[in-house]
């Protein structure tokens, strides 16, 4: 069964700084997915970014990136230039996208991190 | 794109009562919606898989009879809460999944007095 673990249940970062938040998980998987999903105080799970796993070159959107280890099955979540409004709750998650009727494109999250970006 | 609405965003009903949670896929069709319950300050927790057409698929621990999932179009799924009970007040959320991501609502809290 897959696994996905985030080790940070909390983390804080100066306003205009950069902070990394750490995610591993667990396949025996080789063709899958990862998400960055960020929920903030209104609780709306919002999508940051997107990984297919067949793709080498890192994920990137706007302010924030992803460092995709395969090997290491590491898919930490870099925010530069740290905004008040990226103060939420983050969650990593893994799809295995699968074939046939039994693939109904689950979600496996972590156990999130609240990250508060101070002024 | 990919907007996914939930109603009521708060419901406030009384125990032995039932509510009706809708979710709708404004601008995309999903075969495939979920609903996952979630307490504060933690993950959310998948309670079923509603597909178009047929039967949702409960996780293990989710009583079926208690959490009617009803996916009667490609863009709107059900969750009614039946027999409601205190226990049963927390935030639920359902997303639809287009193509290879899940796209979320806004949630639903519910207070069951």
């Known amino acids: 069964a897959q696994t996905v673990t985030q080790s940070q249940p909390e983390m804080s970062v100066q306003e205009a700084e950069t902070v990394t938040l750490s995610c591993t998980y667990d396949t025996s998987e080789n063709n899958y997915y990862l998400f960055w999903y960020k929920q903030p105080p209104s609780r709306q799970m919002i999508l940051v970014i997107r990984?297919?796993?067949?793709?080498?070159q890192n994920a990137t959107e706007n302010r924030f990136s992803v460092n995709f280890q395969k090997a290491a099955k590491s898919f930490s979540l870099k925010i530069s230039d740290s905004q008040l409004g990226d103060t939420a709750m983050y969650f990593c998650?893994?799809?295995?996208?699968?074939?046939?009727?039994?693939?109904?494109?689950?979600?496996?999250f972590g156990q999130g991190t609240t990250l508060q970006v101070k002024p | 794109g990919a907007v996914v609405s939930q109603h009521p965003s708060r419901v406030i009903c009384k125990s032995g009562t039932s509510v009706k949670i809708e979710c709708r896929s404004l601008?995309?069709?999903?075969?495939?919606m979920f609903w996952y319950r979630q307490f504060p300050k933690q993950s959310l927790m998948l309670m079923a898989t509603?597909?178009?057409?047929?039967?949702?698929?409960?996780e293990q621990g989710v009583e079926k009879d208690k959490f009617l999932i009803n996916h009667a179009s490609l863009t709107l799924s059900t969750l009614t809460v039946t027999s409601a009970h205190p226990e049963d007040s927390s935030f639920y959320i359902c997303s639809s999944r287009s193509t290879d991501t899940q796209y979320f609502g806004p949630g639903t809290r519910l207070t069951v007095l």
């Open positions: 601008d995309f069709q999903a075969t495939t």
């Open positions: 509603s597909n178009e057409g047929s039967k949702a698929t409960y």
């Open positions: 998650a893994f799809m295995n996208p699968g074939l046939g009727s039994s693939n109904t494109g689950k979600l496996i």
């Open positions: 990984q297919e796993a067949y793709k080498q």
